[in-house]
């Protein structure tokens, strides 16, 4: 890995070269002496380890010659393939990976693997809760009297022999996850859509779950560990990987089987056809060419070869088409099954429901006669009561010619109240309108001005 390679990655493009010598130094015994540092040193490498992995900067560590995308490998080799120009190599490297693996950002490739427990359980690693929870004050109490060594006293090669080997960063395995269920939302509709073999698989997702990189072999087999475990989304049975949305659809039956066979049949006669498509189309540009070149012999072989290819596509077409059809039906059949057995489960809730003895015929009779008289024993109190008050206004005497007098009368009042509300506003009003008197003016006329206008009012 060259220097260009990381300068091209987040975390190196936005560190300064003083920091990044920090970043490199030997940091293993800060843990207590300077947690925050420490801890924002592991955070650094956390980040930049997962851009070098996902990228493939790691080199070629699959048997098909790809570089792993989702798992670290943690050897010696990394210190030098991380040495940056001006800066050097990582030193605490090793304490850095060591302590990743304690805060669970790595966990060990072949315990990922095996483990029927999910890496989010509480109970993931037994150790680690024993020796924070049991075990650290008898662990303390072994230091001082120098009968075991505490993690800060071991040296960086000594961490390197305890940690070396390879890793699963989870973070990359989530984010992988989580694209694919991106890519499938929205599929499934038909059971062929939820079966893959595992080479079908890789191919389907493998290039796709990363940005611009393809996961190897021992990647997908992390991802599906992940999907089956974590997110419980598939199912693995061999070589066959089902896609599961419902609880009572986890097995893989011969039903799945049969349909995933005629799937990869079907699969693999689509690929036949594209490559003799592609050698028609090669041969037919041979036969042109020879042509031109007047070489007759040549171009009446290669059409003697392509009126060979053409034949076989027509067989392969029509054994394409038959596969094609079968499928259709065979899903067509499983889906029927499905259909009854939604029928079934209804029929059997709607029977439950209707044997209820609320529902039997005599309950219902019963309720809705009990219903009627008690609507019936309703109306006849509400009679009574409507009954009771009428002769209870007739008892006081009311009349409603005297009612309708008195309420002309007070309607007339409030008539006469508003009217001389209003009068004595408007003279309030005069009241206040200064009168301007020329100088010289009699002061009889000046006097009469106000009584002429309140007469005019």
Do not use: C
């Not at 089902?242 to 009572?248: L, P, R, W």
């Not at 009779?365 to 409507?386: G, N």
């Not at 309708?404 to 009217?419: D, F, I, P, Q, R």
């Amino acid at each position: 890995m060259s220097s260009p390679a990381l300068s091209a990655l987040l975390n190196y493009a936005t560190t300064s070269k003083s920091r990044l010598q920090s970043l490199y130094s030997d940091i293993h015994r800060q843990k207590h002496s300077n947690p925050s540092s420490f801890h924002a040193h592991v955070d650094w490498w956390h980040g930049t380890l997962k851009d070098v992995i996902s990228r493939g900067l790691q080199g070629s560590d699959g048997p098909d010659g790809t570089s792993n995308k989702l798992i670290l490998g943690a050897r010696r080799a990394l210190v030098d393939k991380l040495r940056y120009e001006g800066v050097g190599k990582p030193l605490g490297l090793g304490t850095t990976i060591a302590e990743m693996r304690r805060s669970n950002y790595l966990i060990p490739l072949s315990q990922f693997l095996t483990s029927q427990q999910s890496v989010f359980d509480p109970d993931w690693l037994p150790y680690r809760i024993a020796s924070f929870v049991v075990g650290k004050p008898l662990w303390w109490a072994m230091e001082q009297l120098d009968i075991v060594r505490s993690e800060d006293s071991h040296t960086e090669p000594e961490t390197w022999k305890k940690i070396e080997g390879d890793y699963v960063m989870l973070g990359l395995v989530v984010e992988a996850a989580d694209t694919l269920d991106i890519l499938r939302d929205g599929t499934g509709l038909s059971p062929a859509d939820n079966l893959y073999t595992f080479e079908g698989f890789r191919k389907e997702f493998g290039a796709k779950v990363l940005r611009g990189v393809v996961l190897s072999e021992l990647d997908t087999k992390v991802l599906i560990k992940f999907l089956e475990r974590e997110r419980r989304v598939v199912i693995q049975n061999g070589d066959v990987i089902k896609f599961v949305t419902t609880s009572h659809d986890r097995e893989i039956t011969a039903v799945d089987r049969g349909i995933l066979q005629l799937k990869t049949a079907v699969i693999n006669l689509r690929e036949q056809v594209d490559s003799i498509q592609n050698k028609i189309e090669q041969t037919s540009s041979n036969i042109s060419n020879a042509l031109r070149q007047q070489r007759k012999s040549i171009a009446l072989a290669e059409l003697r070869f392509k009126k060979h290819l053409d034949d076989l596509l027509s067989k392969r077409l029509g054994s394409l088409h038959n596969l094609e059809s079968t499928l259709i039906s065979v899903e067509t059949a499983a889906g029927d099954v499905e259909i009854m057995k939604t029928y079934q489960s209804s029929t059997a809730t709607l029977k439950a429901i209707l044997s209820h003895p609320s529902l039997q015929r005599d309950k219902i009779e019963e309720t809705m006669d009990a219903l009627a008289t008690s609507t019936a024993d309703a109306r006849e109190i509400d009679d009574a009561i409507r009954m009771g008050g009428d002769m209870a206004a007739v008892d006081v005497g009311i009349d409603d010619t005297e009612l309708e007098a008195e309420l002309n009368a007070l309607v007339e009042e409030a008539e006469k109240e508003k009217a001389a509300a209003a009068e004595q506003e408007v003279v309030e009003k005069l009241h206040k309108i200064e009168v301007h008197v020329p100088e010289g003016a009699p002061v009889q006329a000046a006097a009469a001005a106000p009584r002429r206008t309140a007469e005019a009012a």
